[in-house]
């Protein structure tokens, strides 16, 4: 089973980051041949500031690594450094209807959001799919808002295997965990670098407590019980402690006689030392700065290897060769 997934660099990496794409992936390096890139490509799709666009994938490949990725059991590399994908983007391009792109919510969301409209952010999704079909992946590890996507690339696969014929491309299946694919933010709603409530992953002690603190609560005095229906605290609380000190804290909310300053305070304690271990590892790889171009390098080379096996047997299928 070959699995695959890919992050966007685009700024500080936060707590639904974590939880929505990097722990999942760390887990499946034990199962599965594991491919991980760095989607430098997509970036440009919103973002042209190329020492931001650097900076950002470095910082990514470093969080990356702190969290887990082991480039032994997984192949980790840059989405640019393999090019291949250009050509497979363009060859499922040749069969994808504008209709199936004029359809995708995200597309219609960012120019929502004041990003400009261009080619590249309407075809992410082809980009996307060449992306997951240039190394035969079988599954891939997607969030809610990327759906729809992965639907888009069994779309295409499948129409690109009737056109060319049965195995051209292998067609991949999504890998959702339910638990944790919607991770709220600070303010209650998703969170997301486009609604300004994330709470980062690495960082200074004293600024993410703050941060923390500044959850939007009601005014149930200390005395009362707190609601924990659609608790901001109570949702975030869940992702970081056990079972039982998790019991413990919506056994509090039902209760009272615990403030909302204190019960934020706890989230705090158990969000700074789940990330412990993660922020050692971080300050370990920082200490060797080439360390991390090493890795790069050689996930990339692994990675062209399987994508030029994969891209000579479709460009025979397609008459190319």
């Not at 079988?138 to 992965?150: A, E, F, I, M, T």
């Not at 204190?262 to 590892?281: G, N, S």
Request: glycine content about 8%; some cysteine.
């Amino acid at each position: 089973m070959r699995i695959l997934t890919g992050l966007q660099p685009s700024g500080k990496l936060h707590v639904g980051n974590y939880f929505g794409a990097m722990e999942p992936a760390v887990r499946l390096q034990d199962e599965g041949e594991a491919f991980y890139f760095i989607a430098d490509y997509h970036a440009m799709t919103s973002s042209q500031n190329p020492a931001a666009l650097r900076e950002n994938v470095r910082e990514l490949a470093i969080d990356f690594l702190a969290c887990g990725l082991d480039p032994a059991r997984a192949v980790f590399f840059r989405q640019s450094a393999v090019p291949e994908v250009n050509e497979l983007a363009w060859l499922l391009s040749t069969v994808c209807p504008m209709g199936l792109l004029a359809k995708c919510h995200s597309y219609k969301d960012k120019t929502a959001q004041g990003i400009a409209a261009n080619h590249a952010l309407f075809a992410y999704p082809v980009l996307m799919a060449a992306d997951i079909l240039l190394y035969d992946s079988n599954q891939v590890p997607v969030g809610k808002d990327q759906k729809q996507h992965l639907e888009v690339t069994r779309d295409l696969a499948g129409k690109f295997n009737e056109t060319y014929g049965d195995g051209t491309v292998v067609i991949p299946d999504p890998i959702i965990r339910e638990d944790t694919a919607l991770v709220i933010g600070l303010d209650g709603q998703k969170m997301s670098k486009s609604y300004h409530n994330t709470l980062p992953i690495f960082g200074e002690e004293k600024p993410m407590r703050k941060l923390i603190m500044k959850i939007t609560t009601d005014s149930t005095p200390v005395e009362a019980p707190k609601p924990t229906a659609n608790s901001t605290i109570l949702a975030l609380h869940k992702l970081f402690a056990s079972a039982s000190d998790h019991a413990a804290m919506v056994a509090d909310h039902e209760l009272g006689g615990v403030g909302y300053g204190d019960l934020k305070k706890r989230l705090a304690d158990q969000y700074w030392e789940f990330f412990a271990p993660m922020r050692a590892l971080r300050e370990e790889i920082l200490t060797d700065p080439g360390y991390v171009d090493q890795v790069l390098a050689a996930g990339a080379l692994r990675a062209r290897d399987e994508a030029g096996k994969v891209l000579a047997r479709i460009r025979r299928a397609v008459g190319l060769c």
